[in-house]
Structure formats: structure tokens, C-alpha cells
């Protein structure tokens, strides 16, 4: 039977493939236009197919083939008869859109364009029929980047760029030029770096490339730089190149081999050793930003773990790369943040904080104004800081990091005002977690500001060097799922604008980079010498006293029981209320184990957000519902990160399991806690989980939509390890061999790097592009995004709605 091919489009296709099944198709094609104009999904066309074909057998052969290639590609449905259009999805990525008659089946291709008209008919007529609408196309500025194309590649950007700079400098001696310009504008605070003036050419270059490598042969590995520096410096040669004569001759010939026959290894290894990142600003505006009692307050979760173990990381990476470069320099890490005086508590108040654990990091916190009044609670907005990071840094930074929406769109302007290489990191793109929250966005207005979030969001996307991001999924989605990041590739805010092109997940700009979990709190819980014993009474104290407090209600009865634990913000989407249903319903599951859950807090009237009030009176509810008690003990938020550490290990002693039910995780640090303390992991296949985890080898999915199914899946596990032991510690130890193969800070910290080197040189070779795209950026920002700004609120001393969480 045919199967699609991607050499022929869906609009060629199609007509065929519907021919196959006329008769049923005409029917269901009637059914879907029945109830008139409206968006449908998949599922949607699949159960209203069901009504029409009643019968299975036959409705298994319409889905066979071609037509359910096509049919399972499918992404949504526009009706609004006699059509009804479709987005398809062949793989990730890979977009088409086709408009079907469905009086006659005829199918036509159609553009993206017209596809978002359609859509837009539904909502805004007026809108959708307006020839001037205003239409945002930020790949028509694209034309002279190079793409990745197969869906297989995205994500891999630094790889792409190596290859794509080496081309560029590749052929002629003189196509060089631009590598060796760079090396001559490097520098530290007026200070030359690598080459000077001496050697201004690439044929001036390779020439002394040679002879100072002869002359190096010549010395003892490991003379210091500084013995040769004075005849260095005479040739043309400035600090940077390494601290010993080895290191230097390695960079050294290196750099001849780019220049000889440039390949995208040398290319990419040399890029990587130039010292050109010392000073970093990683902007943190979101929620209270401080290294204690922050974790469960509003907007702060994952994201504040990850900044602190990333700056740790990054310092210590640096203090490596510029040691081997020879310099005696210090790096320096600033996070910037939001300061504020009601601090709960927390040290959020202060402007200037160390970071502990590293040498010359720090927190800097500067206030939200308004009129000249200084916001006294949260709120999501970002004031300049450009001025006093300046000052503090004595000079720009080299490197400048933003992290979701209100960081990256703070990021943005500070790159741009200073010219400086950006990156971006999201955490969790807030479009895909509400659906249709953007054709939709006047009914959520209130509530949410979207159209203010995307915007900021797709500025910051396309005025970035280089995104980060923690799996592929993020960018990409998987094949019946779209990327958060693909899913701006196109949409429409019927009123505001119509987005034909936000963002291309096939730029090379998109990279991989998994963060990891800091190794010194979450190690494995065999590791006896090293186990953080002093909290073991407060363990036992949490974990099995009979008391009921302000910090744990419920018991344990049977301690010998091993224990499923699971821990997160109190949720909708975290769906601790979920696990504790599926355990409450499943007889098996809790023969063999107790349920222990840490998050939130236990009344519901102390609450201020509404999601996490429902599901606080809910987990109550199901603890009465199910007869809990004896089973279950529900732990407050826990903030105490290395008594954490030691609670994931004591878990893993009473051979017990992470589960991680999430009806969707962007990416979910508590998984990989809970693999690096060996517990075997059972994890949500909704996100980023689904990539940490090898479903069946170092741990196992489950679809927080089967409840049932998911709880077999851990009461199998089990029962098996009941008649087998070796079986909990094959997923323990496979765990922990998937965390020490990917999910490291080393790892990242590495690649982080790599990137910000490399992207700084290909944003001086991309220049002109860069600036074209620049200021299309500045006019869609003054145009359009800051009218919009302007029009949300500015919350009030007592009233405030916390936006959702990243
Ligand atoms: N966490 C915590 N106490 C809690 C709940 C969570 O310390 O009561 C920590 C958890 O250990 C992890 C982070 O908060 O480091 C949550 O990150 P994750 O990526 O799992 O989710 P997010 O909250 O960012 O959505
Ligand atoms: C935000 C989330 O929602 C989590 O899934 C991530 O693990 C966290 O940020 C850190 O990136």
C-alpha cells in the first residue's frame, strides 16, 4: 500500500488518498461541518470518524496507508464549511497546510498565510477580512542563513555553524581574513589578546604560526608561558594561546590546520579555546531570586535551582579555560534580579548577595519602578540595569544570558544596546501549556497578558545569537507532539497580529544543552562516607512520626513497605492529585508500597493562588475518598535542599521509587534528583522527562492520561523486585549511568561555553543579516509591543495575580 513520501507534498497526496475511502470520507468530511465554524483536533476527528464508520474493521482499513499517514500528521482542524483546512505535521518541524472541499473532496494547497486567515474567521471575521492586518515575518530577514533541513539535525546548531564557518572561510587564503580580524578585536579592557597589529594577514599569520611552533618544540612541555612571552610578543603573539608551551603549541597548530584546510572539528576546537567570555550577566527577573527559603513562593521553582547550579558550574568552567589560556584574570557571574522589599522572608530585599560555592559570583538585585515609586511586591516586570552592571563589571560583559520570557526580553535590550553575544533560555514556554491560548487571547486577557508574553517571547527568539534549550522536545516536540519553540513558528492573535514566520526550529541557533543536578547534594545513597547523616532524625521524624503538623499530615503504618515519592509545586499540571488517584485506586499497588507526596501546603485558605487551592482541597478529598490514612503521608514544600538530597536517598534505602505523574514537565529537575541518588524512576512521557528517561532501561514512562495503566506499570515493577532484588538495582544503577552519559553540569557547562565562543565569532561574520533583523526587531518593538505593554496594568500595592509559572 502507498505510504507518504516527503519528496511529494499533502495537497499532492491527498486527493488520492481520499479517493481510496470516498464513500466514508464524504460522510465524515459532512459530519465535521455540521456544527459549523470551529477549530478541531485530532482526537476530535478520530472519535466523530468513529461515529460515522461505526464499524472497526472497516475503519482500521480507512486509516490504513496513505490516508492515515496524512490523518495521524494532522495537527488541527479548521472548519468553516463547505471546507475544512488542516495543519499537518509529517515530522517534527515540517509544516503544511491544505483547505478540502468537502462537498467534493477536492484538496488544494494552501499558504500559511491563508491557514491563519481561516483560523481567524472564527474568532475575528473583521480581522481575518482585513487586507491590512498587520503580519509579523521575522524569516523574510533569514534568506542569507544557512538551515539545517532534516529534523533529526535540530537542536545540533554549534555542529552547523562549525561546518557553516568553515565553508565561509574555506578556498582562498585570503577568505580567512574575517577569522583573523576577529582574532585582532579580541581583547581585555583595551588589553590585546591572541595577536596584534604584526600580524594583520592571514599569509603574515601562518608564516609565524610556523616558526614560533619550531621554536616551541624546542622548550619543555610544561615552561611557562610567561619564559617566552617577550620573543612571543616581538612575532605578534599577545596572551591567551595557553599557560604552558604545550597548550600553546596544541592551540597553535590548530589554528595553522584552520588555516591550511579549515574542517569543522579544528574549527570548532579552536573557537572554543579563544579567550573571549570572562564577564557573564544571567538575567533572572522571575519570582524571588535567592539561594534559601525561595522554593514553592510564587513563580519560583526549577528555574532558580538551575540559575545557581549553572553559575557554579560556568564559574568553575571558566576559572579552567582561563587558567589553560594562560591569563590571570578573574571571571565574573552576575545575576541580575528583581529586588524586593516585602521579601517574605528571604533575602530578596538585599541589592548585592554572594553566590555560595563560588569565588566571584554574585546576585545583584535592582528595584521595579514606576513613577518614580519602587513596586514593594512582586511583579512581573524588568527595569534597566545596564548602568550598574557596568559599573560593577568595570566594562560590558562578554556574555549575556536571559531566562524566560521577562529575562530574555531583558537580555535582549541590554545586548542590543550593547552589542554583546545573547542567549536565551526558556524553562518552559508558557504557549503551549494553555490550549488555543492564542487565538484566544481576549477571553484570557485579564488573567494573562499572552499576547504580551509571545510578543516578548518572539523578539527575544529572533534577536538572540544562540537559544538553549534542555531537550529536543522543547524545540521540537516529538512526532505526535509539537516543540514549545515550533509552536511559534506560526500562530495568529486575531486583533493584534498575524505571525506568518516567529521562529524556524531548522536555525541554527537552536542547541541542546540538558542542565544537570548539583552532584555534591544529590549523589547516590550508596555512597554511606558521604550521606548528609545529621538529617536522618529529622527524616524519620517527616517521614514516619504518627504526628500531624503544619509540616506533614498522614502515616505510614507498614515502615517496612518500600516507598513511591514524588515532590513538586502544588499544581494543576504537576499533578501530584493525579498520583495520589491512580495509588488510591490500584488494590496492588498499595499491597506493595506507601505513597508519600511533598508539596504545597495543607489549608486551602492560605492559599492566594486559585489552581493551587483546588488541588490542596482535592488531595484532601482523595486522602478521605480512598481511606488513605496509613498509606499516605503529604509533606509540606520542603526548601532545605540538601535535607532534600538526603530525603531522595532514605527513600531509595527502603528500595522505593520517584514517580513524576506531570500532565506536562518542560523539562523536570526532580527527576534527574532522583536518578543521581539512584532511585529508579518512573516518569511522565508528556515532555522532557520522556528524553531524559529510556523507557524499560534507565527507567519507565507513564502517560499521566492512564492513570490505571501507569500505576501497573509501578505495581509490576515491584512485584518483580519482590521476587527479584537485582531488579531494583539494575534501574537504580542504569539511572544513574543515564545521568553520568548526559545529564551532567560539567557536560553543560562545557557546551555552554563552546557556544558562547563560537556564536560571537559568527555573529561578527553574519554582521549585516544580524543588523537587518535588528532593526526590523526595533520597529515591531516600538510599533506594536510597547503600545501593548503599555496596556496592561500595573498591579497595585495589594492586588496582584501571579502569572503563571515557568
Ligand atoms: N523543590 C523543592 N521543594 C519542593 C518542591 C520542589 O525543593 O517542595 C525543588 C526540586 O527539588 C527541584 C525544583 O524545586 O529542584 C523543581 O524543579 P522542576 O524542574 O522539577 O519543576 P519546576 O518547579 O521548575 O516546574
Ligand atoms: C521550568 C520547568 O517547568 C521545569 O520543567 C524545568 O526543569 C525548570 O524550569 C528548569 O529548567
Known sequence: ???????????????????????????????????????????????????????????????????????????????????????????????????????????????????????????????????????????????????LTLSSSIGNGLGFVSKFVTSKLSGRLENAQPLVDYLLSLNRQG??????????????????????EVYLSGLAKDTPYQNFEISFKEWGFEKGWGDTAERVKETMRCLSEVLQAPDPMNMEKFLSRLPTVFNVVIFSPHGYFGQADVLGLPDTGGQVVYILDQVKALEEELLLRIKQQGLNVKPQIVVATRLIPDARGTTCNLEFEAIDGTKYSNILRVPFRVENRVLRQWVSRFDEVTTKILDLMEGKPDLIIGNYTDGNFAATLMAGKLGITQATIAHA??????????????????????????????????ATDFIIASTYQEIAGS????????????????????????????????????????????????????RFTQFNPDIEELLYSKVVN?????????????????????????????LTEWYGKNKRLRGLVNLVIVGGFFDPNKSKDREEMAEIKKMHELIEKYQLKGQIRWIAAQTDRKRNGELYRCIA?????????????????????????GLPTFATNQGGPSEI?????????????????????????????????GHWNKYSLEGLKRINECYTWKIYANKLLNMGNVYSFWRQLN?????????????????????????????????QTPASEP
Not at 514524588?566 to 504537576?574: E, G, N, P, Q, Y
Not at 521509587?657 to 536518578?675: C, D, K, N, R
Open 767 to 799: 554582521k549585516e543579516q544580524k543588523l537587518a533583523k535588528q532593526r526590523y526587531i526595533q520597529l515591531f518593538f516600538n510599533l506594536k509591543f510597547r503600545e501593548l505593554v503599555q496596556s496592561v496594568p500595573i498591579p497595585t500595592e495589594e492586588a
Open 693 to 725: 528517561i529510556v523507557d524499560g532501561i534507565s527507567g519507565f514512562h507513564i502517560d499521566p492520561k492512564n492513570g490505571d495503566e501507569s500505576s501497573n506499570i509501578i505495581a509490576d515493577f515491584f512485584e518483580k523486585c519482590k521476587v527479584d532484588p
Open 191 to 212: 588589553e590585546k589578546l591572541m595577536i596584534n597589529e604584526t600580524l594583520g594577514t592571514v599569509g603574515k599569520l601562518q608564516m609565524a604560526l610556523i616558526v614560533a
Open 479 to 530: 512526532k505526535d507532539r509539537t516543540g514549545q519553540y515550533e509552536s511559534h513558528a506560526a500562530f495568529t492573535l486575531p486583533g493584534l497580529c498575524r505571525v506568518v514566520s516567529g521562529v524556524n526550529v531548522f536555525d541554527p541557533k537552536f542547541n541542546i544543552a540538558a542542565p544537570g543536578a548539583d552532584q555534591s547534594v544529590y549523589f547516590p545513597h550508596t555512597e554511606k562516607q558521604s
Open 653 to 677: 534505602d527502603t528500595k522505593g521509587a520517584f514517580v513524576q505523574p506531570a500532565l506536562y514537565e518542560a523539562f523536570g529537575l526532580t527527576v534527574i534528583e532522583a536518578m543521581n541518588c
Open 1 to 147: 500500500m502507498a505510504t507518504l513520501k516527503r519528496s511529494d507534498s499533502i495537497a499532492d497526496n491527498m486527493p488520492e488518498a481520499l479517493k481510496q475511502s470516498r464513500y466514508h470520507m464524504k460522510k465524515c468530511f459532512a459530519k465535521y461541518i455540521e456544527k459549523g465554524r470551529r477549530t478541531m483536533k485530532l482526537q476530535q476527528l478520530l472519535d466523530e470518524m468513529e461515529n460515522v464508520i461505526d464499524d472497526q474493521v472497516e475503519r482500521t482499513r480507512v486509516l490504513e496507508g496513505l490516508l492515515g499517514d496524512i490523518w495521524f500528521s494532522i495537527q488541527e482542524a479548521v472548519v468553516n464549511p463547505p471546507y475544512v483546512a488542516f495543519s499537518i505535521r509529517p515530522s517534527p518541524g515540517f509544516w503544511e497546510y491544505v483547505k478540502v472541499n468537502s462537498a467534493n473532496l477536492s484538496v488544494e494547497g494552501i499558504t500559511v498565510t491563508d491557514y491563519l486567515k481561516f483560523k481567524e474567521m472564527i474568532y475575528d471575521e473583521n480581522w481575518a477580512k482585513d487586507a491590512n492586518a498587520l503580519e509579523v515575518d521575522f524569516g523574510a530577514f533569514d534568506f542569507s542563513v544557512p538551515h
Open 429 to 462: 514556554l508558557e504557549k503551549t501549556k494553555y490550549e488555543n491560548s492564542d487565538v484566544k487571547w481576549k477571553e484570557l486577557e485579564s488573567k494573562y497578558h499572552f499576547p504580551c508574553q509571545f510578543m516578548a517571547d518572539i523578539v527575544a527568539m529572533n
Open 550 to 578: 503544619d509540616e506533614h499530615i498522614g502515616y505510614l503504618e507498614d515502615k517496612k513497605k518500600p516507598i513511591i515519592f514524588s515532590m513538586a509545586r502544588l499544581d494543576t499540571v504537576k499533578n501530584l492529585t493525579g
